[in-house]
């Protein structure tokens, strides 16, 4: 069954590019959004394992999904739906629209691949597929500055693409497999020699470069900022996770265990991470460049919980990564709106257009206050959860720069709120009118997601409890 989350939308993409493409081109949008629908479905409530042997003999991949790989095809089914639904608002042109359909569903080919494999080398083909075709949705719209900024991305994603497949070189010849089982039965029980915690630490820099983590962020604000509102979103929700995130997750959770150098790097760089971002993001004037900026501050969090060496702080950051691909995509799909409406993405120019746009008005603060860990919404615990692992842990330093950055964090996201949605109208958009439902829904559903979680979040049955 699982070869369906994969063969799905890979099988979808290619039959709408076959002959009679003025009805493919109608179908799109209706077919992609219901596999989605389906695939949130298929996660919330999966069907007993059926294994199909044709499909399983035909496509050799090794295929099984835990909690992670769920949080992982969760996440990516939301944020494919709110993409695809602020791409029909700001893709006006059929045939444009239509290929950003057909890649959209590679991606998500890509991203159901890369939760659901279990050797390293699927994982790299995968990461490689999501990537690649990432490079060719921020330059949909084929301006200058696109270009540019997927250039520095495609120059860095080739120096980790050159050290991923050379550290998978040298743990094949260690573990004699690129099985996760085999490479982790191999770092646990062999020698520990220096080309083997070398192959380790190259395939770890690699996903902090395509995942957007300090020092090797540079790509990533100018890629946020040059693509389309709707890639933009996609980016931010959820292939900068799965080209990076996830793989740093499942290093820690599947493959090297509680490795004391990788903690000691985990928590650096989280902490790094979490710092530049926040203080980057609050001298930010672009509304989109500041949420690029947070995102690297919120994914720092995620890589410091996987730094603490505890089932509560991999819990913590799996939590995290689904609340940040919610509320980031939330945030997005509102700078979306406010820039469709007032056309400028200027935080200086704008202003209170919360009495125009109610509904981006109220969403925005909601996602606002969740990334800024204020209670009870999600984002507090998960922020809570890591907080809590590193103080436990014995990591003090670590833990109150977390704190004191969840208030730098709190400070420019209500700078923003004050720009741009409070404050005096600006007279220039005394017309402007709340965004069509295309950016209202997906907004309104992903805010109710940030609510419901934190609300019922305490009570689920199997929470660590703190």
Not at 153 to 160: E, F, M, P
Not at 182 to 188: M, P
């Given at each position: 069954?699982?070869?369906?989350?994969?063969?799905?939308?890979?099988?979808?993409?290619?039959?709408?590019n076959?002959p009679?493409?003025?009805f493919?081109?109608?179908?799109?949008?209706?077919?992609?959004?219901?596999?989605?629908?389906?695939?949130?479905?298929?996660?919330?409530?999966?069907?007993?394992?059926?294994?199909?042997?044709?499909?399983?003999?035909?496509?050799?991949?090794?295929?099984?999904?835990?909690?992670?790989?769920?949080v992982l095809?969760?996440?990516?089914?939301?944020?494919?739906?709110?993409?695809?639904?602020?791409?029909?608002?700001?893709?006006?042109?059929e045939?444009?629209?239509?290929?950003?359909?057909?890649?959209?569903?590679?991606?998500?080919?890509?991203?159901?691949?890369?939760?659901?494999?279990?050797?390293?080398?699927?994982?790299?083909?995968?990461i490689?597929?999501?990537?690649?075709?990432?490079?060719?949705?921020?330059?949909?719209?084929?301006?200058?500055?696109?270009?540019?900024?997927?250039?520095?991305?495609?120059?860095?994603?080739?120096?980790?693409?050159?050290?991923?497949l050379?550290?998978?070189?040298?743990?094949?010849?260690?573990?004699?497999?690129?099985?996760?089982?085999?490479?982790?039965?191999?770092?646990?029980?062999?020698?520990?020699?220096?080309?083997?915690?070398?192959?380790?630490?190259?395939?770890?820099?690699?996903?902090?470069?395509?995942?957007?983590?300090?020092?090797?962020?540079?790509?990533?604000?100018?890629?946020?900022?040059?693509?389309?509102?709707?890639?933009?979103?996609?980016?931010?929700?959820?292939?900068?996770?799965?080209?990076?995130?996830?793989?740093?997750?499942?290093?820690?959770?599947?493959?090297?265990?509680?490795?004391?150098?990788l903690?000691?790097?985990?928590?650096?760089?989280?902490?790094?991470?979490?710092?530049?971002?926040?203080?980057?993001?609050?001298?930010?004037?672009?509304?989109?460049?500041?949420?690029?900026?947070?995102?690297?501050?919120?994914?720092?969090?995620?890589?410091?919980?996987?730094?603490?060496?505890s089932?509560?702080g991999?819990f913590?950051?799996?939590?995290?990564?689904?609340?940040?691909?919610?509320?980031?995509?939330?945030?997005?799909?509102?700078?979306?709106?406010?820039?469709?409406?007032?056309?400028?993405?200027?935080?200086?120019k704008m202003?209170?257009?919360?009495?125009?746009?109610?509904?981006?008005?109220?969403?925005?603060?909601?996602?606002?206050?969740?990334?800024?860990?204020?209670?009870?919404?999600?984002?507090?615990?998960?922020?809570?959860?890591?907080?809590?692992?590193?103080?436990?842990?014995?990591?003090?330093?670590?833990?109150?720069?977390?704190?004191?950055?969840?208030v730098?964090?709190?400070?420019?996201?209500l700078?923003?709120?004050?720009?741009?949605?409070?404050?005096?109208?600006?007279?220039?958009?005394?017309?402007?009118?709340?965004?069509g439902?295309?950016?209202?829904?997906?907004?309104?559903?992903?805010t109710?997601?940030?609510?419901?979680?934190?609300?019922?979040?305490?009570?689920?049955?199997?929470?660590?409890?703190?």
């Amino acid at each position: 069954m699982y070869h369906l989350f994969v063969l799905a939308p890979l099988l979808t993409a290619i039959i709408l590019n076959l002959p009679f493409r003025r009805f493919m081109k109608k179908a799109a949008f209706p077919v992609a959004a219901t596999l989605f629908i389906l695939q949130i479905y298929g996660v919330l409530f999966p069907a007993p394992y059926v294994r199909f042997t044709a499909l399983a003999d035909f496509f050799r991949f090794n295929l099984s999904a835990d909690i992670l790989s769920r949080v992982l095809l969760l996440s990516a089914a939301l944020v494919l739906l709110a993409a695809l639904l602020t791409g029909k608002h700001f893709l006006r042109h059929e045939g444009k629209l239509f290929n950003f359909i057909s890649l959209l569903l590679i991606v998500a080919t890509g991203i159901n691949g890369i939760a659901l494999v279990r050797d390293i080398f699927s994982l790299y083909v995968f990461i490689e597929i999501t990537g690649v075709t990432s490079f060719i949705l921020i330059t949909l719209d084929k301006e200058r500055y696109a270009l540019e900024a997927v250039f520095n991305y495609i120059v860095l994603s080739a120096i980790a693409t050159i050290m991923m497949l050379f550290s998978i070189a040298l743990l094949l010849l260690f573990a004699g497999d690129t099985s996760f089982t085999a490479i982790n039965a191999a770092l646990t029980h062999g020698p520990q020699t220096f080309l083997v915690s070398f192959a380790m630490l190259m395939f770890v820099a690699a996903l902090f470069i395509k995942g957007g983590v300090v020092p090797f962020h540079g790509w990533l604000p100018d890629a946020y900022s040059a693509a389309p509102a709707c890639v933009s979103l996609l980016l931010a929700g959820v292939v900068t996770k799965a080209l990076g995130i996830y793989g740093l997750v499942r290093v820690v959770t599947s493959l090297s265990g509680n490795n004391f150098v990788l903690n000691q790097i985990f928590l650096l760089v989280g902490t790094v991470s979490i710092v530049v971002g926040a203080f980057a993001a609050l001298g930010q004037v672009s509304f989109k460049r500041m949420l690029a900026y947070s995102s690297i501050s919120q994914i720092g969090y995620i890589v410091v919980g996987l730094g603490c060496g505890s089932a509560l702080g991999i819990f913590g950051a799996i939590f995290h990564l689904f609340n940040h691909s919610i509320f980031k995509s939330t945030l997005f799909v509102n700078s979306a709106a406010v820039e469709l409406k007032t056309g400028t993405r200027s935080m200086d120019k704008m202003g209170g257009l919360a009495q125009q746009m109610p509904i981006t008005g109220i969403t925005s603060i909601v996602s606002s206050l969740s990334a800024a860990g204020i209670p009870p919404l999600a984002g507090f615990w998960s922020k809570l959860l890591i907080i809590v692992a590193l103080w436990s842990g014995g990591h003090y330093s670590y833990a109150v720069i977390a704190v004191v950055a969840g208030v730098v964090t709190l400070a420019y996201f209500l700078m923003m709120q004050r720009k741009v949605f409070f404050g005096k109208l600006n007279e220039e958009f005394s017309g402007v009118k709340e965004a069509g439902w295309a950016l209202t829904l997906p907004a309104i559903i992903l805010t109710a997601i940030t609510i419901g979680v934190g609300l019922i979040f305490p009570f689920l049955p199997g929470i660590p409890k703190l």
